[in-house]
């Protein structure tokens, strides 16, 4: 299945349809997750309306996080097997990434004015979010540092597998060090302690997240292989028609 | 190993000798808990609080402002290439890079640290904590710099890049560092997170530092 996208314009004929297609979809699952979770969903015993806040925030989180695991895991793809499109999709992953990683900081400072009356705690998902957002721009500034888009690819390839390793570690301390945060509540071993109510509009929010990620990527990957190929025959004119022009 | 020696001595006594700028680490070290002081107050109870934490803020950014030297004038001069070509093992190189680095700057840190203590009114008591962190915990810098430097040694300017490819992943160093210096029930588990943090980059940064200066090679 990886050497079948190898070739650009295969990729070009799925992405023509599974682009928009997930659009699509992540517009009908934003609207039906908005639904039930503005709406049809009870508020928080505790938290009153305001818990809504979280069927925004919390899929942006994973998906924050998820992006980044992307973007290591198509490097090592594109390090490994030299997978010229490996290396388009961790590039175009990294800005959609920052923005999910910025959306769920800004999500989760609103949240925050009215649970601790402040709009930035140094609790330890918010701080190891912030820390994310930089390993992300760090990443991004590889890309634009370096001219031979071939070495950057690489260099940066390494730069996500360094940062990849980090963000457990990045996490524990930083959890370690802050404990002002609710424990998580979805991901546990003993099963979840969400209500069913407010869980479904949450998965239906994250799977509206997610394929509004898979849509923007694959737009993103598309600009960026068509933005090569003008490079390209940018360079080949001949210098008398470039002059002509 | 006797290539890893030469590297080492040879990085050393290039930093401390004439134009080498060996000291004026040191200097900036004191500067920076100079202007921390400034910015808190004379209050002597406050700075007493803040000491430790302060001091392993200074040696970060002691390290952080130290890493574009680490390859660069290597780059320039291109001997890079002769460190890369002429090696079996290219990791020994990064790390002896790296512990030339870590001699040169973090351990006259070090040194100066108990005098700037005393500055920032650090009980006495909070003194060994302070050192022993320092010296456990500030070896994970210089690697993680080692593979910074590396990756943005041919750029001009490549100051700001390394800073911030480094910075966040540094984060976990300082906060146990910090804790571990700062003493209480959480100093030596701290300590101990301190030293497999510096284990663990004793392989990422020489891994990564290599893989990183191979591909700015050819």
């Known amino acids: 299945m990886l050497t079948e996208f190898a070739n650009p314009e295969k990729f070009e004929r799925i992405a023509r349809i599974a682009g928009p297609a997930a659009t699509v979809a992540a517009l009908a699952c934003a609207a039906t997750g908005l639904y039930f979770g503005l709406v049809a969903s009870p508020p928080d015993y505790q938290q009153g309306d305001t818990v809504r806040i979280m069927y925004v925030h919390v899929p942006a989180a994973w998906l924050a996080l998820f992006a980044y695991v992307f973007i290591a895991g198509a490097s090592v793809v594109g390090f490994a097997w030299k997978h010229p499109l490996a290396d388009v999709a961790a590039k175009s992953a990294a800005p959609i990434g920052a923005v999910f990683t910025a959306l769920a900081l800004i999500t989760g400072s609103i949240w925050g004015k009215p649970m601790w009356g402040a709009w930035w705690a140094w609790d330890a998902r918010l701080t190891s979010m912030l820390i994310l957002f930089f390993l992300y721009l760090g990443y991004i500034a590889v890309w634009e540092a370096f001219e031979d888009k071939g070495r950057a690819a690489r260099i940066a390839a390494i730069v996500a597998t360094v940062g990849v390793v980090n963000v457990p570690i990045i996490h524990f301390s930083v959890d370690h060090w802050s404990s002002l945060h609710q424990k998580a509540s979805v991901f546990r071993s003993d099963g979840p302690t969400i209500d069913p109510a407010m869980l479904t509009p949450l998965l239906i929010m994250a799977a509206a997240y997610m394929a509004g990620f898979v849509g923007l990527l694959i737009a993103s990957m598309r600009n960026e292989i068509a933005a090569r190929r003008l490079a390209r025959i940018e360079a080949a004119r001949p210098v008398s028609e470039v002059l002509l022009q | ?218």
Do not use: C
Not at chain 2, 41 to 57: C, I, M, N, Q, Y
Not at chain 2, 81 to 98: G, N, Q, Y
Not at chain 2, 162 to 177: D, E, H, R, W
């Open chain 2, 1 to 218: 190993m006797t290539a890893f020696a030469a590297i080492v001595l040879r990085d050393v006594a290039l930093a401390f000798r004439a134009g080498g700028g060996g000291l004026q680490v040191v200097l900036f070290f004191v500067l920076a808990a100079l202007l921390f002081a400034l910015a808190l107050g004379p209050d002597r109870a406050t700075l007493a609080a803040s000491a430790a934490s302060l001091l392993w803020a200074a040696a970060l950014f002691s390290a952080i402002v130290s890493f574009d030297r680490m390859f660069e004038a290597e780059f320039e001069d291109g001997s890079v290439d002769t460190l890369v070509e002429t090696s079996e093992v290219l990791e020994l190189r990064v790390l002896a890079k790296a512990t030339a680095h870590w001699l040169s700057t973090s351990l006259p840190v070090i040194a100066a640290a108990p005098i700037v203590a005393l500055l920032l009114n650090l009980p006495a008591d909070r003194l060994w904590p302070l050192l022993a962190s320092l010296l456990v915990g500030t070896p994970a810098l210089s690697l993680f710099g080692a593979f910074g430097s590396a990756a943005a040694m041919a750029l001009r300017r490549a100051g700001l890049l390394v800073a911030l490819l480094t910075a966040p992943v540094m984060a976990p160093t300082l906060i146990f560092g910090a804790l571990a210096a700062t003493g209480g029930a959480e100093a030596e588990p701290s300590m101990l997170y301190l030293a497999a943090i510096t284990l663990l980059a004793a392989i990422i940064g020489p891994v990564a530092g290599a893989a990183v200066l191979r591909l700015n090679m050819n």
